[in-house]
């Protein structure tokens, strides 16, 4: 009994593979992406460090796939307006969102967005990493963040 299993290995290895050669002609027709114009849509106006390592971004996707990737600058409400119109873009991959932190912070600091950030969108790609700084008058007297936290908390109501 086990020498008539042994040898029957070698005919459904072979069963599989001409069966799965049978499904793989309509995978290999699909189409590659992307075929028609991608939008990215940018929820700042045109000239900010987000807009221009879009466009930088888009030149180069651009490059790479063979299409065309339009900018989309759609700015207003912290991002909000740019990111609804995403959301409600068909979900076909042709309309991408380039965002920054304000993505994520909008709905923690705004009373409604129209969408559910961890729920409606994918994310695809962290892009770049943008330093950031605190600076205060001279006038206050402190050179750096530990000096400023003490002076805070000395006097909690001038901040």
Request: charged share 15%; with cysteine; glycine share 6%.
């Amino acid at each position: 009994m086990i020498r008539v299993l042994t040898s029957f290995r070698p005919v459904l290895c072979i069963a599989c593979a001409v069966l799965a050669w049978t499904f793989s002609p309509p995978l290999l027709a699909q189409e590659s992406y992307p075929t028609k114009p991608v939008r990215l849509v940018i929820p700042f106006p045109p000239g900010g460090t987000l807009d221009k390592v879009g466009r930088m971004l888009a030149q180069r996707l651009s490059d790479q796939w063979g299409q065309s990737v339009v900018i989309d600058n759609r700015p207003g409400g912290n991002g909000v307006i740019g990111g609804d119109a995403v959301a409600k873009a068909p979900a076909d991959a042709y309309t991408l969102l380039f965002n920054a932190s304000t993505f994520v912070t909008a709905p923690l600091t705004m009373r409604s967005v129209p969408y559910k950030t961890q729920t409606d969108f994918a994310p695809i790609a962290l892009v770049a990493l943008a330093p950031l700084s605190i600076a205060v008058s001279n006038k206050l007297g402190v050179s750096d963040l530990k000096s400023l936290i003490q002076a805070a908390k000395a006097q909690p109501d001038a901040f």
